[in-house]
Each structure stands twice: as structure tokens, then as C-alpha cells.
């Protein structure tokens, strides 16, 4: 039993706790209250607190504080998704509350625990009980308590491991969605886990994987001239399979696209590595088969330039962070959008997007990613649609991150980014397009097909994997067997709100043709309504349908 830990040892829990993510990432989704094909909670938590992890095996600090503020860097930078977003503030509040400490008491860490409860409630507009937000805060509640009467590390943090496993059950009864469909909440779950690992590690029952998991091949391209680089990208990535679709297909268009390919297909996971010019069509494809769980992209050119240029000045270490300085203003406004599909991002494009940040269901982008693009928009005011709810929270973020004034849009779906940007003109202010951009997302209403990822059952629907799985404005409407049913199925919700304009988005999966009939169908059904069909050419989601 310990009374303190050091900087050494909390790099040690903290490598355990990302271990623990890694290791049950599927089961955090799992939770997912619809079973849509998407990487959500466990992906999300487990990228964000990677993005330090990484730093954390190659860097120990010998006190608390340095440990607890390159966590907290690393993970507001890297943050994804809410839940990930949350777990960055929770780290944000945890690293001022350890400030000036070399080592920390229980008393100490237990305290800095409630600061970082206080950090996130403050930070969320409108914090909700029973999420991960609940889980933290009982259990540095137990913490606090613990550590008044022992002095003992271990028992101070058991104390808010069963506080927060008591928080966890609760959350059923919490969160009405949650009751329905009979689960925990997916970030607490994520929050215990980190817990129990960090315990474990001052128990001795849990070792750190030094190594960082699996080894990744990194090619040495310092002896190889810049010209014989055919393709420019190394880009390696594991999906989780979703279907039966054959990885030779796959392998076969890596073959077209690219060089040094290894592709393993193993049991429930297809991992690949690839060198190509196109990565965005090669994630693309890959997105046929199932979730994106880990990507990583490296620009082959530039990291034979940075080597030359190491080599050159050795002292001189590159900020694997590094984010672009805010360019100069050339215009008042200017906008980012979060989309993935190639149609959808020439769309945003066409209406004014100065900056297009690949992203969605599938594979939430870092507040980061996200930055470099506001950076990088010759604007005084960027406004950053995220057309997504999980992506918001990200976004909002970058706020204080940028000398440029950001202005987030809490666009939820990409149908209602699409309608705020037809409002974008230059010669309105930054405060009326404001003002404009928020009002036209009342105005649409969002349908989104995609297939279910396995079976389940939800608020008396009975839902088989494979089948096509229709949500309006986020709830579900239906799980049907084949388009006529889904058709059907969408009708009685569409006409409800006596549209005027409906606007289809088809997806990468489906074919020009099929799309039409499915178009041609809903216009026959909908009379009074003027019905588009744009191709997105958007992953996950078969169809997206803007109601207005």
C-alpha cells in the first residue's frame, strides 16, 4: 500500500487505464442504444486518451504535475466525439487540481478528481445524469469521502471504483433511452474500466503493455530519394467486419490503388497496410466492410524531408501536434464542414465551404483536426458546422484554441449543415449569418438509412441484423426487410410534417440506378412535395433524406 504516487506512477496507471479501453473498446459499443454500424463510445474514448498515450510510454515525468499536463494537452488536442470530449475535461480539470505537485496524496487526488467533475459539469451547456458526467462525479465523491479517514492510495481509489460501479448501474434507471433498450451508459462503462485498470496497476494485478500493443511496421525512407516515393501516403487501418463481403475484393482494389500491401483478414477484424496517393477512397472502400476502429496516415515525402532535415539540426525535435498558425484574413467570414462522402464534400464546396474536415458516423475527427482546418481558412470569423451531435462538442473546443473568433453551428446531421450553408453570403455580418445559419436548422427535418449491425430489440421493434435501419431526427422508425418495406415504413413519418422540398442523398453503396427507383418511389408516395436526388457518395448510411 502506497500514501502517494509520483509522476512515474501515474504515467503507469494512465498507460493501463488506455490499455483497458483498447482491449473492450467493442464492448463499450456495444452499448450503443441502435445498433447502427458505427465506432461511437469505445472507439472514441479510446482514440482520445491514445493520443497521449503515445507521448506517455516515450516521455515520464518524475512529478504529477508535468505527467498530468501532458495528458491533458494531448487529450484536449485529440478529443473526439462527447464522450471523448468529456474525458478530456475530466483530465483538464484533474491536471490543475495536481498543479505544483510532485507527488500526490490521496487526499491530493481524490480533490483533483472533484476539480475535474467541476471542469467538465461547467464546461457541457447542459449536462445530463446518468452519463459518464454522473459516473465521475460519484465517484470522486467516494474518493473524497475514502480519503478523509485513510491515508492509504489504494483504498481512496477502490473507494471511487465501487462508487462509480454503483453510479454505472443506476444510469439504466437515469437516462430514459438507456431504460428502454436495458443498458448502462457507454462512457461511464469506459470511465469504470479506466478505473478498475488504474486500481489494478497499484494492486499489481495489472502490468503495462510497454510496448504500446501490436507492433506497427514504420518504413526508414532516409536513404531513398524523394522521386523513387511512388506513392506518397502510408496508410494503415483495422476495420471491425460487419458483413461476409470477401477481403480478396478488397485486397484486390489496394492491388489498383497502391503498393507495399499487407492485408490480414483475421477473425472479426480485417487489418490492413497500404501505400497509395488516394487514402480518403481507400478508407472509403474499407467502410464497405464495417467500422473504421484505428487509422493512421503518414505523408511518406514529408517524413523523408523531416528525417534529411533531423539528420541536418539532430537537436531540433518535431511537435508530433503541431497545428498550423491561424493564416492572415482575406474575407469577414468563412466556414468548415464535417462530411465524409466525395459528392457531399464537392456540395459544401459549391455553397462556400472554405475548409471540407473528413468525418462522421463512423470515425469522429479530433478537435485537432478540426482546428488545422480553421486555422487554415482565411477568415476573421470561421464558422464550423459539425452535422453531427457527437462531433459538436469537438468543435466547440477549438474556441479558445485560435486567435480566430469560431463560431460552432450545432448542426446535428449533414441534411442540416447543408441547409444553414445555402444561407452563407458575404455581405452579411458574422452576427446575422449567425443568426440565419441557426434558424434554418429548425427548419429540416433528417431521415437516415443505413443497415443494422446486429440483432436487437428497441422500444417494441424487433430489429435483425442486415436489415435497413431508417431514424428520423434521431429516432427510430423502423427495421425493414427490403426497400418497398422501408419505403413504406418512412411514409407515414414524412407526410406528418407536409414537406415542401425532400431531398435525397445516396451513398457510396448504392448503385445510380437504385437510387433513382428508391427517389422515384418516395416522389410517387409524396405528390406535393418537389423531390431531388443528389449523390453523397456518403459511407454508413445507404440513404439521407432532407425533409423541409
Known amino acids: 500500500m502506497r500514501e502517494y504516487i509520483d509522476g512515474a506512477a501515474l504515467r503507469d496507471m494512465l498507460l493501463c487505464a488506455y490499455d483497458a479501453l483498447e482491449a473492450n473498446e467493442q464492448a463499450i459499443n456495444e452499448l450503443n442504444v441502435f445498433p447502427v454500424p458505427d465506432g461511437d463510445t469505445g472507439a472514441n474514448m479510446r482514440l482520445t486518451l491514445g493520443s497521449a498515450a503515445a507521448d506517455l510510454r516515450q516521455n515520464t515525468a518524475a512529478n504529477v504535475t508535468d505527467t498530468a499536463a501532458r495528458t491533458a494537452s494531448a487529450l484536449l488536442r485529440g478529443a473526439r466525439g462527447n464522450s471523448g470530449v468529456i474525458l478530456s475535461l475530466l483530465f483538464r480539470g484533474l491536471s490543475k487540481g495536481l498543479k505544483k505537485l510532485e507527488t500526490a496524496t490521496a487526499e491530493e487526488f481524490a480533490q483533483a478528481m472533484t476539480a475535474g467533475v467541476e471542469a467538465a459539469y461547467k464546461a457541457v451547456m447542459k449536462p445530463a445524469e446518468g452519463t459518464i458526467l454522473t459516473v465521475s462525479r460519484l465517484a470522486a465523491d467516494g474518493a473524497v469521502e475514502a480519503a478523509k479517514s485513510s491515508p492509504w492510495f489504494e483504498e481512496m481509489l477502490s473507494a471511487a471504483l465501487e462508487s462509480g460501479k454503483a453510479a454505472l448501474a443506476e444510469t439504466v434507471n437515469q ?99 497500404v501505400h497509395t496517393n488516394v487514402p480518403g477512397k481507400v478508407l472509403t472502400q474499407a467502410l464497405t466492410y464495417g467500422a473504421l476502429i484505428s487509422v493512421k496516415i503518414e505523408n511518406m515525402r514529408e517524413q523523408h524531408t523531416s528525417l534529411e532535415e533531423a539528420q541536418a539540426a539532430p537537436a531540433e ?15 469577414p467570414v468563412g466556414a468548415v464542414c464535417v462530411c465524409a462522402g466525395d459528392g457531399l464534400e464537392e456540395l459544401f464546396r459549391q455553397l462556400g465551404a472554405d ?194
Do not use: W
Open 175 to 273: 437516462n430514459p433511452v438507456l431504460k428502454k433498450a436495458g443498458v448502462v451508459d457507454a462512457g461511464g462503462y469506459g470511465y469504470v474500466l479506466m478505473l478498475e485498470a488504474m486500481l489494478g496497476y497499484l494492486e499489481g494485478r495489472v502490468t503495462v503493455d510497454q510496448g504500446g500493443g501490436a507492433a506497427k511496421g514504420k518504413a526508414d525512407f532516409s536513404a531513398i530519394p524523394d522521386e523513387d516515393i511512388k506513392y506518397t501516403y502510408c496508410t494503415e487501418f483495422i476495420v471491425r467486419k460487419a458483413n461476409k463481403k470477401s477481403a480478396d475484393l478488397l485486397r484486390a482494389y489496394l492491388g489498383n490503388v497502391g503498393d507495399s500491401i499487407v492485408l490480414v483478414d483475421d477473425d472479426g477484424i480485417i487489418k490492413v497496410h
Open 317 to 331: 525535435e518535431a511537435d508530433p501536434h503541431a497545428i498550423p498558425d491561424p493564416v492572415p484574413a482575406e474575407k
Open 355 to 548: 475548409g471540407i474536415v473528413s468525418g462522421g458516423q463512423t470515425m469522429n475527427p479530433s478537435t485537432e483536426d478540426i482546428l488545422r482546418a480553421v486555422n487554415l481558412t482565411p477568415a476573421e470569423t470561421v464558422f464550423v458546422f459539425p452535422n453531427n451531435k457527437n462531433i459538436i462538442m469537438a468543435a466547440e473546443q477549438c474556441v479558445p484554441m485560435t486567435t480566430k473568433k469560431v463560431v460552432v453551428i450545432p448542426s446535428r446531421t449533414v441534411c442540416q449543415g447543408i441547409s444553414a450553408m445555402m444561407r452563407l453570403s458575404p455581405d452579411m455580418s458574422a452576427q446575422d449569418l449567425e443568426a440565419d445559419f441557426n434558424d434554418a436548422l429548425g427548419t429540416v427535418h433528417t431521415v437516415q438509412v443505413t443497415y443494422a449491425a446486429r440483432d436487437s430489440q428497441f422500444d417494441g421493434y424487433d430489429i435483425h441484423a442486415g436489415e435497413y435501419l431508417a431514424l428520423m431526427d434521431g429516432q427510430l422508425v423502423g427495421s425493414f426487410a427490403d426497400v418497398s418495406a422501408l419505403v413504406e415504413g418512412l411514409i407515414p413519418s414524412v407526410t406528418a410534417l407536409t414537406p415542401e422540398f425532400v431531398t435525397v442523398y445516396y451513398g457510396q453503396d448504392v448503385a445510380e440506378a437504385d437510387a433513382e427507383s428508391f427517389s422515384g418511389a418516395l416522389t410517387e408516395k409524396l405528390p406535393e412535395a418537389e423531390t431531388s436526388l443528389i449523390r453523397g457518395g456518403q459511407p454508413v448510411y445507404y440513404y439521407m433524406i432532407s425533409v423541409e
